[in-house]
């Protein structure tokens, strides 16, 4: 039988893969929709899947078991991780491109253990200070004057809107730890998702943008479709991720999406990173690894 460690450590990494197809459909999606549609309509779909999931297998009734503290924690996190995060870091895939976006964005681990040690009173150890130095000096290589530039790239947006999605992030998991006591990851997410796609439509652009999914072709609407079946997945795996191998590992592993993104984004999409780039990427996950040490 596979130990529970061992379990979300696998859930962490197929949370990175999918992660990283999710980034590459959503950027397909984007300049026809908008950040936030895309991401209010993954929501909704994704949040339906596993409401009809948890009500089918467990019963209404396993929405019963948080206590209000729970949810409440529940629902800043999601507010925190989708509503904030991922609207942003869909806009910078867009100026950045999905490479360079995603390696800065996936630094969010940095960030999490800033918070744990201010607000949790986890101590701020050697391997952290280092995983620190190594990870910001990844991020240098990557946002370098020197490094190469697509002609049609807003680099500093990109670079500005890919920070706050890492930061929104380490927040949430601050947040998420908590309730996950209390719920199964499935659960948890079936509450999370539907919250989620709840606070996205109620904002001015989604409702704005809204009509263009009714004119979006059949392509797109097969992109739109498996992107909200992959953010349920996704979401499952990472929530499990961190109840059963802990914040520490699951955010180093779930971090490793740039491992992936990197290649889909050359094949798919054709983006090029620099040689300076892909080196400030390559010492960007050497930091998040020994951050996690």
Do not use: C, H
């Not at 800033?114 to 990844?138: D, H, K, N, Y």
């Not at 948890?188 to 004119?215: D, N, S, Y």
Request: proline content about 3%.
């Amino acid at each position: 039988m596979i130990a529970e460690s061992t379990l979300g450590a696998l859930a962490a990494l197929g949370s990175a893969l999918t992660w990283a197809v999710n980034g590459l459909l959503a950027r397909s999606l984007v300049p026809g929709l908008g950040s936030v549609v895309v991401n209010a309509a993954r929501a909704t779909v994704g949040g339906a899947l596993l409401l009809g999931w948890v009500t089918a297998t467990a019963g209404v009734g396993a929405f019963a078991a948080a206590s209000t503290g729970a949810l409440g924690l529940l629902a800043l996190s999601i507010v925190t991780a989708i509503a904030i995060g991922d609207t942003v870091f869909f806009e910078s895939t867009r100026a950045l491109g999905l490479g360079r976006a995603m390696t800065i964005s996936m630094t969010y681990p940095l960030g999490a253990a800033a918070l744990a040690a201010a607000f949790l009173g986890e101590p701020v150890t050697l391997a952290v200070a280092a995983g620190a130095l190594l990870t910001l000096g990844g991020i240098v290589l990557i946002v370098a004057p020197w490094a190469e530039r697509a002609p049609d790239e807003r680099f500093w947006f990109g670079v500005g809107t890919a920070t706050l999605a890492s930061l929104a992030w380490a927040v949430s998991v601050i947040f998420l730890k908590a309730p996950l006591r209390e719920l199964d990851a499935v659960t948890a997410q079936a509450i999370r998702l539907p919250l989620a796609a709840v606070v996205l439509w109620t904002t001015p652009w989604a409702r704005a943008a809204a009509g263009g999914l009714g004119r979006i072709g059949g392509a797109a609407l097969a992109r739109l479709a498996a992107l909200s079946v992959l953010t349920a997945v996704s979401s499952v795996m990472f929530v499990a991720s961190v109840k059963y191998a802990g914040v520490a590992v699951s955010a180093v592993l779930s971090s490793t999406a740039p491992m992936f993104a990197i290649p889909l984004a050359r094949v798919f999409l054709g983006e090029r990173l620099s040689r300076t780039a892909l080196l400030g990427a390559g010492v960007t996950i050497a930091g998040i690894v020994v951050l996690q040490l």
